[in-house]
């Protein structure tokens, strides 16, 4: 055996000489790097069905229990008063899971002969037992309270113990994107060099995907973005039919063209080159054990196949396996799971459908939610007795999901099985996932190919062919396999069978025979290997309408009505919003921030609850929810319905960003979070989770309070006569890459400078190279963003610069595009980039100038007064003071321009006061939106020379401004290398210990002592 590498023996060494007190989180972490030193796979807090174990080492049939330095002396003994539970008793508890789990598996029996090993250790001390392969396992012991003298001791003996052969296949890693990245790249490849014989088919397919797209708001605003997730989409749904294979046929053979026959997909499997792709890559798929690994794996592949942009622009935030967790456990709880399972039972003696009972994710994604309701079903004890075949079973009777993504079915299709303990009963056709829209909206428009008309179902095709089936026919149990057998007859100009004309009403048969003639003339007009799967996934959520649910649980997209691409979809959906039965819309100036959102959590508790006014649910939705005014009406309707909101805000489990604020909405009953009231803030202490962790990871960090009272809202005296505020917001000096300066050669006494741009971050910007060219010096204007704007003071890190013609008198040069050929150049670039819609400004003078609200600014040049800015959203408000005129300030900030100094010194010291943080917060409508909310709710008072508490106040300002100064000029400032966000939290550190906060805040409760409340 060679030698032990550094790495080991550093590891090795600290578990041999830890002081007491290192917690047993701190040495299970240290046996995981000496295991990963040691090239053994292992997981942490994996979850047997008898409790999260803390290690497991996958293949090895091995449990590592640990504990704390010294707990782990006597095996036998009990660990608590409270646990009688021995730390023997509680290894074997896992163990012995395990075992009957894999007992009633369907691993290869050449695979059983490996004996288990539990080991229990605090990292000075080992225990070791080995198990047989059998129920009720009785441990023999190895090693009994084994003390290592040496690493290298220590390091031999663990891998004697843990040498083997190794059980099953690889579990597919957590994150598997580095196995498949260079799949993708040759699927692309492919897709580029498709021959002319293969294009006609291959078209047709990627219309119906794009109509699915649509269908939802996705479609992609490129025909880029299009090429591009077509190829991606194929991709995704090429693994998961793969995974799929896998799960649901262990042991048999992948033949590819019947795995990506059916669908958009199938055009990978019409050439020959594309045949040897899905051929080598379903065997890879095959290579790996899909099940054991915990957790939604396919989560981060799609996330990284489908482009950021384009998941941004489809609302797609998918939900941490915590969060689900948590979620799926309140609406999933012990008792339902009880009687769910119980009824599941009666109606497969019976041999009837199950109707009225289930749990529904009608946004599925990626399956996340399912694959934890499925777990949450098999842990109950009322399916203990149950057989593997028979557990899947009841989880395939009582999990449905929808979405209207055409690659999200199939995903959430592999990723429930993985969740199954075998595959059911009669393979992937047992599970209950349908790819349709779940809001059943159509419009009679040209954006919709799926029409209900005097009660039949209207599909129309990309060429325009249309055909009509009898409800009659599609609500049949058996009409999956139906439509199949309609559509195989079709493709080789067979009649259609009798037996499908007989098994419906006469006066519905002639219809389904003429739905036959047009399929034969459509598949040889247009194609085939896409019907019948396209009509059996939109039909899909109407056949689940009518067999209802009585629970719910959904991340429903966020998608504002502002960035639905199509104008028929954006249409369509805003009558719906508006229709009596929904009644949603707001209208007006929300119109553009109207969240789908909404219509999914009202539509779907009509749509697919048994008891729509009482059956509970669970939404994690923007926290826009909660208080935003596109969202009133949605309010006035759920609060019939929702028992508690738990605002997440604090928690960010999707990272930061305003958009991706989000709260928890229960329906139905109160969730049984401790405390138990309507309205909670959920906190994470400690560093926010991985996506992948579990809910027993972070349970003990996971901290429930009840939501501050609500301060009282009044309007201040920043509001004049006519009911509008006197701060206004920046000019929006966008795109960036037309107007935003990197460079700008000031240099000497000439009249031109050369300038380049800086690239933008956002298509269809971001594609355009930075420009450079000669300007008049006196456009370049330093440009304020929100960015610079720190508690008292501006960041030393620099202003930006922007490019704005100005005449010699300081106001907008019309005839800029005239007297530049520089400005001429970026004016043609903005005019071919635009967008399409009404109110876009024709010109890039135009686009700066929106609402003369630049002109304003320049208006204040000359002015020796002072300016008050804030930014238009943040965590925390910060304030600080500037001179107008000498700066731009654009729109990430509000600005206003004092009577005088003091005013402004005033408005500051109260804008960064402590005590103030709350009601800001609060003033809020969305997300950190601060906007002119704080003028219309907080009673902020005029400034008042001859009122010595304002005066005061002014002082302190100009006392903190000279602190921030020196901290910025002293030679061990670090603030060169740090962000908004560090800076703001240093400098408020500064004056806290300073005593200027306190002083502050002191004075800001005489004048608001109802609004100065602290942020607990």
């Given at each position: 055996m060679p030698d032990p590498t550094p790495k080991q023996i550093v590891a090795a060494k600290w578990l041999l000489k830890q002081s007491a007190g290192h917690p047993e989180d701190y040495i299970r972490k240290r046996i995981g790097d000496l295991l990963g030193s040691l090239d053994i796979d292992y997981e942490i807090s994996y979850p047997t069905e008898s409790g999260p174990a803390d290690i497991y080492?996958?293949?090895?049939?091995?449990?590592?229990?640990?504990?704390?330095?010294?707990?782990?002396?006597?095996?036998?003994?009990?660990?608590s008063r409270k646990n009688k539970e021995s730390p023997k008793e509680q290894l074997e508890r896992y163990l012995r899971a395990e075992i009957s789990r894999e007992l009633k598996s369907t691993l290869p029996k050449d695979t059983e002969d490996r004996a288990w090993t539990g080991i229990l250790t605090d990292g000075r001390v080992w225990h070791v037992w080995r198990y047989a392969h059998e129920e009720n396992a009785v441990g023999v012991t190895v090693e009994a309270a084994y003390r290592p003298s040496t690493p290298p001791t220590l390091i031999d003996r663990l891998e004697h113990i843990l040498r083997g052969k190794l059980v099953g296949k690889p579990w597919i890693p957590s994150d598997p994107r580095p196995i498949f990245e260079p799949q993708l790249e040759r699927l692309r490849e492919l897709y580029e060099s498709l021959p002319k014989r293969a294009e006609r088919a291959t078209e047709t397919k990627r219309r119906l995907w794009l109509e699915m797209?649509?269908?939802?708001s996705m479609e992609p605003d490129s025909e880029a973005a299009r090429q591009r997730l077509f190829v991606a989409h194929s991709f995704l749904v090429a693994l998961a039919r793969g995974v799929i294979h896998v799960l649901a046929t262990p042991g048999k053979n992948p033949e590819a063209e019947n795995i990506l026959g059916d669908g958009f997909v199938a055009w990978i499997v019409e050439t020959t080159k594309g045949k040897q792709w899905a051929a080598s890559f379903l065997e890879e798929i095959q290579g790996y054990d899909w099940r054991r690994r915990p957790g939604d794996v396919l989560r981060p592949l799609y996330e990284q196949f489908v482009d950021e942009r384009d998941r941004k622009a489809f609302g797609e935030f998918y939900t941490p396996d915590w969060l689900a967790?948590?979620?799926?456990?309140?609406?999933?709880?012990?008792?339902?799971?009880?009687?769910?399972?119980t009824k599941a039972l009666e109606a497969r003696r019976q041999s009837v459908d199950l109707e009225g009972v289930g749990v529904l994710d009608p946004t599925c994604g990626s399956g996340t939610f399912l694959y934890h309701a499925a777990r949450r079903i098999l842990t109950s004890p009322t399916v203990t007795d149950l057989t593997n075949s028979d557990k899947a079973s009841i989880v395939c009777t009582l999990v449905h999901g929808i979405d209207v993504h055409p690659i999200a079915a199939e995903i959430a299709r592999a990723t429930l099985l993985r969740a199954l303990p075998t595959e059911p009963p009669h393979g992937?056709?047992?599970?209950?996932?349908?790819?349709?829209?779940?809001?059943?909206?159509?419009?009679?428009?040209?954006?919709?190919?799926?029409?209900?008309?005097?009660?039949?179902?209207?599909?129309s095709t990309p060429k325009g062919a249309e055909v009509l089936f009898p409800r009659s026919f599609v609500e049949r149990p058996d009409f999956s396999d139906n439509l199949r057998r309609l559509v195989l007859s079709a493709e080789s100009d067979r009649p259609l069978p009798s037996d499908i004309i007989s098994a419906i009403p006469d006066s519905d048969q002639e219809a389904i025979e003429e739905c036959h003639r047009r399929f034969v003339d459509i598949i040889k007009d247009e194609g085939d290997s896409v019907w019948t799967w396209y009509i059996r996934n939109t039909t899909g959520p109407h056949r689940l309408s009518e067999k209802k649910v009585d629970r719910i649980v959904a991340n429903p997209p966020w998608v504002k009505m502002a960035h639905v691409q199509s104008q028929g979809r954006k249409q369509a959906v805003k009558d719906f919003a508006a229709s009596p039965d929904i009644d949603l819309w707001t209208g007006g100036k929300h119109a553009p921030h109207f969240d789908i959102a909404q219509l999914f959590v009202k539509r779907a508790r009509q749509l697919y609850l048994a008891n729509p006014k009482?059956?509970?649910?669970?939404?994690?939705?923007?926290?826009?929810?909660l208080k935003a005014g596109s969202w009133e009406k949605f309010r006035q309707w759920h609060d019939t319905v929702c028992k508690q909101a738990i605002d997440l805000e604090a928690l960010k489990p999707f990272g930061g960003g305003d958009a991706r604020r989000c709260c928890i909405l229960f329906d139905g009953r109160i969730s049984s979070v401790k405390p138990r009231e309507k309205d909670l803030v959920g906190i994470i202490e400690g560093k926010l989770p991985p996506p992948y962790a579990s809910l027993d990871d972070i349970n003990k960090r996971l901290v429930f309070k009840a939501t501050a009272s609500p301060v009282p809202r009044e309007a201040s005296e920043y509001i004049n006569e006519k009911g509008k505020t006197l701060f206004r917001q920046g000019a929006t000096i966008t795109p960036q890459v037309l107007v935003v300066l990197s460079k700008a050669d000031m240099s000497g006494k000439r009249k031109l400078c050369r300038v380049t741009t800086m690239r933008s971050q956002h298509p269809p910007w971001s594609g355009i190279d930075p420009q450079t060219g000669m300007v008049p010096c006196g456009w370049i204007r330093d440009l304020i963003t929100s960015k610079l704007v720190l508690p008292f003071a501006l960041s030393p890190a620099g202003m930006h610069q922007a490019l704005i013609p100005t005449n010699d008198d300081g106001s907008l040069d019309k005839a800029a595009v005239k007297n530049s050929a520089f400005w001429k150049s970026l004016n043609e670039t903005y005019e071919e980039n635009k967008g399409a819609g009404t109110h876009t400004p024709g010109d890039l003078l135009a686009r700066i100038d929106y609402g003369s609200i630049l002109s304003s600014q320049l208006n204040l040049s000359g002015r020796s007064k002072t300016m008050v800015v804030y930014p238009s959203s943040g965590d925390v408000m910060r304030a600080c003071r500037t001179r107008p005129g000498s700066v731009i300030v654009d729109a990430t900030l509000y600005y206003y321009v004092a009577v005088n100094a003091s005013e402004a010194a005033y408005l500051v010291a109260l804008l960064n006061a402590p005590c103030l943080t709350n009601a800001f917060a609060q003033s809020r409508e969305s997300g950190r939106d601060f906007h002119l909310h704080p003028w219309r709710k907080i009673p902020l008072r005029r400034y008042d020379g001859r009122n010595s508490t304002h005066v005061k106040l002014a002082k302190l300002t100009t006392q903190a401004e000279r602190m921030a100064q020196r901290w910025f000029s002293s030679p061990y400032n670090p603030s060169s290398h740090l962000g908004q966000v560090a800076l703001s939290e240093r400098l408020r550190d500064l004056f806290r210990n300073e005593g200027l906060f306190a002083e502050i805040d002191r004075l800001a409760r005489k004048i608001l002592p109802d609004q100065a409340r602290s942020i607990d």
């Open positions: 080492l996958p293949r090895r049939r091995t449990i590592i229990e640990t504990k704390a330095l010294g707990l782990a002396d006597d095996p036998n003994k009990p660990q797209l649509r269908t939802s967790e948590l979620l799926v456990r309140e609406v999933c709880d012990d008792a339902w799971c009880k009687t769910a399972i992937k056709s047992d599970l209950r996932i349908h790819e349709g829209d779940a809001l059943l909206i159509h419009g009679d428009d040209e954006s919709s190919l799926f029409r209900p008309t005097n009660g039949e179902i209207r599909i009482n059956d509970p649910a669970a939404w994690l939705v923007k926290k826009a929810a």
